[in-house]
């Protein structure tokens, strides 16, 4: 068996404030799992909002992290598509491909997925730290040099692949990518409405253009985000805060009555509704796409019974796995953007920093080196 390994991780040791590099302990894989040397990890919007949310103090220690890439350090038993030195990339939802779900072409959910376990900690870790168990974040956990995850939960990629550039299809641009793709199955010729142009909004920019679509309406408040949506495929831009009216009612103006599809990337629930109903009558889909878990959304029932579909997306509808692989393909082979969000490069240690980075506004993706490939 592989001994236990000594290494550095950013804890976070109790919500609000910053994380502090630590020497923590990560026990050796388990029968069906990978302990993983991670080389580079870029943090998510999703990070920041377990750190500075609403979580209790049971949510706590923790290592976030869960956009990554790595290589393949040991394997534990029956560990049977995977090998030491293989380039891989965790996965925050694991694909088992035997249970009813990822039999079903309808749904990249499964049931051995973290969720309806604990939305954000998984009971099992491989981590301690000055004696204490530290939680694992969706299972991940890639703020640290060495994780430990079960083998349905990680995708082996290209050994060409520049694992300081793909680390960012782990979570931000396959979320956003395929709800465009995916989930909303934006048409040819069809106008969009991209709200939140953060990685997660951006993706879903470059997925309407890749399906055809001949307007995209990219909305954010911060108009120094609009140079960086046109470089994805935006056609036009939207300050709400430059329009006294709702923005629902701007977007209404300026396409006839609504777009045909409308994709919210913010994780705000009153944003999600204007996304809702920024949707043309009778065909118009709008897609749920930024997360949150602190509110209720709600909207006027006739909303949805003139003919709007409201949806959901977790990781664009992907199957990990099987899907993963592929957009790595697609960037190598330039098919997809990927270089083109990163916009700092730090070390783990600079974790705080990256933070303040994001929250800020002041990046779209800080991707942060950890251990050398």
């Excluded at 990560?26 to 750190?51: G, M, S």
């Excluded at 749904?107 to 694992?136: H, I, M």
């Excluded at 995916?182 to 920019?205: D, Q």
């Excluded at 701007?250 to 990337?265: A, K, Q, W």
Aim: aromatic share 6%.
């Amino acid at each position: 068996m592989s001994p236990v390994i000594r290494c550095k991780a950013a804890v976070a040791w109790e919500p609000n404030k910053p994380l502090v590099m630590e020497e923590i302990e990560v026990a050796p894989p388990q029968a069906h799992e990978v302990r993983i040397k991670i080389v580079a990890t870029a943090l998510c919007q999703t990070d920041l909002q377990h750190l500075l949310g609403n979580m209790g103090k049971d949510c706590f220690p923790v290592v976030l992290g869960h956009e990554a890439a790595g290589v393949v350090e040991s394997v534990g038993h029956a560990v049977t598509d995977l090998q030491p030195g293989d380039k891989v990339i965790p996965l925050f939802i694991s694909q088992c491909r035997e249970c009813r779900f990822c039999k079903s072409p309808k749904t990249n959910q499964c049931e051995k997925a973290w969720y309806g376990v604990d939305p954000l900690s998984v009971p099992e870790s491989r981590f301690t730290c000055k004696g204490k168990k530290v939680l694992q974040f969706t299972g991940t956990s890639t703020f640290s040099e060495y994780t430990v995850m079960n083998q349905m939960a990680v995708a082996k990629i290209d050994p060409a692949a520049p694992l300081d550039k793909v680390c960012l299809l782990g979570c931000g641009i396959c979320t956003g990518y395929g709800a465009a793709v995916n989930t909303a199955k934006v048409e040819p010729g069809s106008t969009c409405a991209v709200f939140g142009l953060g990685a997660v909004g951006l993706a879903a920019v470059m997925g309407c253009k890749a399906a055809g679509a001949k307007r995209i309406i990219a909305v954010d408040v911060n108009p120094e985000k609009f140079a960086k949506a046109e470089v994805f495929g935006a056609t036009d831009f939207v300050n709400p805060k430059d329009h006294s009216g709702p923005i629902s009612q701007v977007l209404s103006e300026m396409t006839d009555g609504g777009v045909d599809f409308s994709l919210e990337c913010v994780g705000n629930v009153g944003v999600m509704r204007s996304a809702l109903e920024s949707c043309i009558q009778g065909w118009g889909v709008s897609v749920m796409v930024g997360w949150t878990n602190t509110e209720d959304f709600s909207a006027r029932p006739v909303q949805l019974i003139g003919g709007r579909t409201w949806k959901g997306s977790a990781f664009g509808g992907f199957k990990g796995r099987d899907a993963v692989p592929q957009m790595v393909k697609a960037y190598l082979d330039k098919k997809i953007k990927v270089d083109e969000f990163i916009t700092h490069n730090l070390t783990l240690d600079q974790v705080n920093d990256a933070i303040e980075l994001m929250k800020r506004g002041k990046c779209i993706r800080t991707v942060m080196t950890v251990s050398p490939q």
